[in-house]
C-alpha cells in the first residue's frame, strides 16, 4: 500500500535530522488571530509546527469529556521549510481548532505546519445553529486563514513555497471538498432537515435553535470555495457530503483523498464518499471498519460516557467500531494523513 511506503520515506527523512535541529522535541503552538472577509468578528487560528526544544508546556483540547494533547507554546521553529496543512474541524463537541489537535500535533512533528482557524459560531458559548449551518462561509476561514500564513513573519520563511493542502473532518471534510472545487446546492441544503434521516443529531439542534434552513438567505450558498493555492485535500467522514451538487465534483482538478470511518452499512448517509470518490476525477478511497464517525473526537476520560448520559448529549461520544481502541484507530488516521500529505505535496521535513 502507498500509504506505508510514503510513511516510510517521511519517517527516514525525519530521522535523519540532526540532533540539535529539535527532532522529537515534540510541537510547537502558536495562535494568531486573523481578520475575517466574510464574519462579523476575526479568527482565531492555531498552529502547530516542528519545534525546536523550549516554549511553555501545555495541554490542548483538554476539557471534561476529552483528554487534551501536549504542546509547547510559542518553542523556536526547527530549520527548514515546510509544506502546509489548513484543518478544517466539524461541529459541535469537537467544534474547535484545539478539538483536533490529536491529529495536529502528529503532523507538526512529521514535519508539517498545520494552521486551523474556529470557524465561528460552532462551539461554545457562542454556538450558533444559523451559523453553524452556514456551510459556504467556512471556505474562507480557510482561505483568510492561508493568506495570513503566507505574511506571518514567524511562519513566511519557513513554509514550502506551493506545497500547500485541506484536511476535513466531519464538518471539516464538506469545507475540504469545497475548497477542492465542489459547490453546494442551496435547494438541498434548505431541505436538509426536513426530516431526521440524514443527520438527527445537527436537525434536532437546528429544530431547537428555531432555525428554518428554508429562511436562510442562501443567495451565496452555491458559490464557488475554490482555493486555487490548494494543490491537495483529504476529508474524513465528510458531512453533510449530500448538500453539495453531484455535477461539481467532476469540476475538482486537485487530487483528494477520502476516508469513511465504519463497516460500509454503519457510515452515516450523510457521510458516505465512495460515490463521490468514484465523481472525482483523481481521487482515492478508503474505509476503517473498525471505527466511527466519534472515532474523529480526542481520547475519552474515565467516566466521560456517564457524564454525556447524564447531560443527554445524546450521540454515543466515547463508541468507535467495536474492535481497536481510540487510540489505534488515531494511529491509523495519523499514519493514512501523514503519508498522503508527505505523497501529494512531495514533504521534506
Not at 476516508?259 to 460500509?264: E, Q
Amino acid at each position: 500500500m502507498f500509504w506505508a511506503v510514503a510513511l516510510g520515506a517521511a519517517m527516514m527523512a525525519q530521522q535523519a535530522l540532526a540532533a540539535d535541529d529539535g527532532a522529537g522535541a515534540g510541537a510547537g503552538v502558536r495562535r494568531i488571530i486573523v481578520p475575517s472577509r466574510e464574519r462579523a468578528t476575526d479568527l482565531e487560528v492555531t498552529v502547530w509546527y516542528p519545534a525546536r526544544p523550549g516554549g511553555e508546556p501545555v495541554m490542548l483540547g483538554d476539557g471534561v469529556f476529552f483528554t487534551g494533547t501536549p504542546a509547547r507554546r510559542n518553542a523556536p521553529i526547527r530549520p527548514g521549510k515546510f509544506p502546509l496543512i489548513l484543518l478544517s474541524h466539524g461541529a459541535g463537541l469537537a467544534g474547535n481548532a484545539q478539538a483536533l489537535s490529536w491529529i495536529a500535533a502528529p503532523l507538526a512533528e512529521q514535519g508539517f505546519v498545520v494552521a486551523a482557524p474556529t470557524h465561528p459560531g460552532n462551539t461554545g458559548a457562542n454556538r450558533s445553529a444559523a451559523e453553524t449551518t452556514k456551510l459556504w462561509l467556512r471556505p474562507a476561514d480557510i482561505s483568510d486563514s492561508l493568506d495570513a500564513m503566507e505574511r506571518e513573519p514567524f511562519f513566511k520563511d519557513h513554509l514550502s513555497v506551493g506545497d500547500i493542502g485541506v484536511l476535513g473532518l466531519s464538518m471539516g471534510g464538506n469545507t475540504a471538498l469545497a475548497l477542492a472545487g465542489a459547490r453546494i446546492d442551496p435547494k438541498l441544503l434548505a431541505a436538509y432537515c426536513d426530516t431526521d434521516r440524514l443527520n438527527p443529531s445537527l436537525c434536532d439542534w437546528v429544530r431547537q435553535s428555531r432555525v428554518d434552513l428554508h429562511a436562510l438567505d442562501l443567495q451565496s450558498a452555491d458559490r464557488s470555495g475554490r482555493d486555487r493555492r490548494i494543490r491537495f485535500a483529504m476529508a474524513i467522514d465528510p458531512a453533510p457530503i449530500d448538500v453539495f451538487d453531484f455535477e461539481s465534483f467532476s469540476s475538482i482538478d486537485i487530487p483528494v483523498a477520502l476516508v469513511n470511518l465504519g463497516r460500509a452499512e454503519s457510515i452515516p448517509l450523510t457521510a458516505q464518499a465512495a460515490g463521490t470518490a468514484k465523481a472525482i476525477p483523481v481521487s482515492t478511497y478508503a474505509t476503517i471498519a473498525d471505527a466511527s464517525h466519534y472515532s474523529m473526537f480526542a481520547l475519552c476520560k474515565p467516566g466521560a460516557e456517564e457524564i454525556a448520559k447524564a447531560e443527554k448529549v445524546g450521540d454515543p461520544i466515547c463508541s468507535d467500531g467495536g474492535g481497536r481502541s481510540r487510540q489505534a484507530v488515531h494511529a491509523d488516521l495519523i499514519e493514512r494523513a501523514v503519508a498522503a500529505f508527505s505523497r501529494a505535496l512531495r514533504t521534506t521535513p
